[in-house]
């Protein structure tokens, strides 16, 4: 019996919305859930580490990554650029290995366009407000951009409705238990257990 590839979740929403926050404490949780790391053109923040967050490039490299097709999906997000690596990831769902991405809702509409059996899981915030204040707590955006970001997030939450799931993420610990849940049932459904199945009773 042929060995089976790994399930894609693809956790998108609004710059803000909490993302990035509620991936890594998923990924923190589940001891096999893997993590791809993008390929970026920004510079790290301070708490970041490369090949662990990002993978940190210039433009240069960025672009040839670009040309030579070996993204699955990139996008211009806020000016600076953000791609998933085909390699990185087939290899890691050929193992089996289930994969979360953290991804914007351009590259979110790529990859499910190209990986079929994906679940997108929308993440946005309980108001403008919040998001503006969350945005504002990260520090790292001028208060000249900040107009623009939030239009930019009303954009885009408008797009919640094509997602398998949404998660208003209001207070962090229910949101988290949310994402639990959510990643716990879709590893549950029959068309991913039922090998096991057949091997437990020689079906
Ligand atoms: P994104 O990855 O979607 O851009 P982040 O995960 O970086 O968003 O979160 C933006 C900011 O909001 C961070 O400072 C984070 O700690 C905070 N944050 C995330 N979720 C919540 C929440 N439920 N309540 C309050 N603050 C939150
Ligand atoms: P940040 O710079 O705050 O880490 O991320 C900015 C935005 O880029 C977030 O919405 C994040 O989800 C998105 N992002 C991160 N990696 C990728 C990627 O590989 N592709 C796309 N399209 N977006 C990404």
Redesign the pocket.
């Known amino acids: 019996m042929g060995k089976k590839t790994g399930k894609l979740f693809i956790v998108s ?1 609004p ?8 991936s890594k404490r998923v990924i923190g949780f589940f001891g096999d859930l893997g993590f791809s790391v993008s390929y970026t053109t920004r510079p790290p923040r301070p708490n970041e580490t490369d090949g662990v967050d990002y993978r940190f490039v210039d433009e240069g490299r960025f672009d040839g990554m670009a040309e030579k097709g070996e993204f699955v999906e990139y996008a211009v997000v806020h000016g600076r650029k953000y791609g998933t690596n085909w390699k990185d990831l087939k290899r890691m769902l050929d193992r089996g290995s289930d994969v979360l991405l ?1 991804i914007d809702v351009q590259g979110a509409e790529q990859m499910s366009e190209k990986v079929k059996g994906g679940v997108s899981i929308f ?1 946005l915030p309980p108001s403008i407000e919040a998001c503006a204040k ?2 504002n ?2 520090g790292d955006i001028a208060p000249s951009e900040m107009e623009k970001r939030l239009a930019a997030a009303m954009d885009e939450i408008k797009r919640a409705a094509s997602y398998d799931y949404i998660i208003i ?4 610990d229910g ?1 988290f238990e949310r994402l639990k849940a959510i990643i716990t049932a879709e590893r549950s459904k029959k068309d991913v257990v039922m090998g096991r199945v057949k091997e437990l009773f020689t079906l």
């Not at 710059?15 to 509620?22: D, E, I, Y």
């Not at 993420?169 to 962090?172: A, E, I, M, P, T």
Request: hydrophobic share 30%; glycine share 16%; no cysteine.
């Open positions: 929403g710059s803000g919305a909490g993302k990035s926050t509620l953290d993440v969350r945005l707590l990260r993420n209001d207070d962090l949101s």
